[in-house]
């Protein structure tokens, strides 16, 4: 059973930074893609970035050059490094392979 586990949400004060992780079981990990997605309070679901099996990253425009994904095959974990953060960044993000998603961790930017 495929089983995704994000962690490091918290609250942050605008310009701050935070590491979140997604713990993946259940697959071959270093074969899959993983992508990072966000969901703002009253807002649709969209995509933030991705990494590919090889380490190719991409990100939506509204974070590049703000947030690192990497990733960590030996941990079978996927990383979302985001810096410079502002109350925009402010939602649930999750991490996602194919069709499963983790639980999601809360991310909170306020002064």
């Known amino acids: 059973q495929v089983q995704l586990v994000e962690s490091g949400g918290g609250l942050v004060q605008p310009g701050g930074s935070l590491r979140l992780s997604c713990a993946v079981s259940?697959?071959?990990?270093?074969?899959?893609?993983v992508r990072w997605y966000r969901q703002a309070p009253e807002k649709q679901r969209e995509w933030v970035a991705l990494?590919?099996?090889?380490?190719?990253?991409t990100y939506t425009g509204s974070v590049k050059g703000r947030f690192t994904i990497s990733r960590d095959n030996a941990k079978n974990t996927v990383y979302l490094q985001m810096n410079s953060l502002t109350p925009e960044d402010t939602g649930v993000y999750y991490c996602n392979t194919r069709e499963t998603w983790g639980q999601g961790t809360l991310v909170t930017v306020s002064s």
């Open positions: 259940g697959i071959f990990f270093s074969a899959r893609i």
């Open positions: 990494i590919t099996s090889d380490g190719t990253t």
